[in-house]
C-alpha cells in the first residue's frame, strides 16, 4: 500500500515536473503578468529551470505619451506547497572589467532588476544589485500559490518605491519598463541567463515517508 501510493506520488510529479533541470527560452511577447511565459510548476525536490533571454532598449521621447517602453519580461510558475526559490540573473556580456582583470570599465554598467509578483500581481520579492555587477539575485520563502518573475532595468520603479526608504515592498508596483518618475522608457540591453531553483519545504510526515521509502529501496537492491 505505501509503495503504491509512493509510486502514484511519483507519477503525478513526472507529470507535473515541466519546470525540472531544463532550459528555457523566452518567447516574445512576456511584457506583462498577463502575458508571461509559463515555466510550468515546481513539485518536488531538486526543480530547477535556467531562463536565456534578452532585454532589449526602450525609445525616450519628451512627449510621455509617445514613449516606447523598455523591455520586460515575465515568466509565471507554480508551487503546490510552500516552498524557497533562489534566483540569480547572469549579464551574459558584460560591459564591466571581471575580477583581476586590467582595464577601464568597456562602458555603462547593465542593470537588471528583479521582482516576484504573487497571483494578485502584488510584489512579494525584489532585487537590484545584490548579484555580479549590477544584476539582481534573491531568495525567498513562498507559500503555495502561482506566482510571476519579472525582469526588467533600472529605473523601471519609482525611488519612492524602495523598501528601504520605509515603504513596503508590496509599494513596488507591477514592472512595464516605464520609469514613474520620469515618464521616461530604460534603455538598457542585454542577453541574460536566470538560473531558478526551487526547493518545496518538506512537511515533517513527508519526510519521514521519504526516510521510508529510502529503506525500501535499500532492502529492494539487496
Ligand atoms: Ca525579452
Ligand atoms: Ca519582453
Ligand atoms: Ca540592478
Not at 507529470?15 to 515555466?39: K, M, Q, R, Y
Not at 519579472?150 to 519598463?177: H, K, M, N, Q
Not at 516605464?178 to 534603455?187: E, G, K, L, S
Request: charged content about 20%.
Amino acid at each position: 500500500m505505501l509503495m503504491r501510493s509512493l509510486c502514484a506520488g511519483a507519477l503525478v510529479a513526472l507529470a507535473g515536473s515541466v519546470a525540472s533541470a531544463g532550459i528555457f527560452f523566452e518567447s516574445e511577447v512576456n511584457n506583462t503578468p498577463s502575458t508571461a511565459n509559463d515555466l510550468g510548476a515546481f513539485t518536488g525536490f531538486g526543480g530547477s529551470v535556467a531562463v536565456d533571454g534578452t532585454i532589449t532598449p526602450g525609445v525616450p521621447n519628451d512627449e510621455p505619451d509617445r514613449v516606447i517602453p523598455g523591455d520586460v519580461d515575465f515568466f509565471r510558475f507554480s508551487v503546490p506547497a510552500d516552498a524557497f526559490i533562489g534566483i540569480t540573473v547572469f549579464d551574459m556580456n558584460p560591459t564591466l572589467p571581471i575580477f583581476g582583470e586590467p582595464g577601464p570599465p568597456k562602458g555603462p554598467a547593465h542593470d537588471g532588476i528583479l521582482q516576484i509578483l504573487n497571483a494578485d500581481f502584488i510584489t512579494v520579492a525584489f532585487d537590484d544589485d545584490s548579484g555580479l555587477e549590477l544584476m539582481p539575485m534573491l531568495g525567498v520563502f513562498l507559500p503555495a500559490g502561482d506566482y510571476y518573475i519579472g525582469l526588467s532595468s533600472y529605473d523601471d520603479w519609482d525611488f519612492a518605491e524602495i523598501p528601504l526608504r520605509g515603504g513596503p515592498l508590496s509599494d513596488i508596483t507591477v514592472f512595464d519598463g516605464i520609469d514613474a518618475d520620469t515618464r521616461q522608457p530604460h534603455t538598457d540591453a542585454f542577453t541574460y541567463k536566470m538560473v531558478i531553483g526551487v526547493n518545496i519545504i518538506p512537511t515533517p510526515g513527508a519526510a519521514a515517508l521519504a526516510g521510508v521509502a529510502g529503506l525500501i529501496g535499500l532492502r529492494r537492491r539487496r
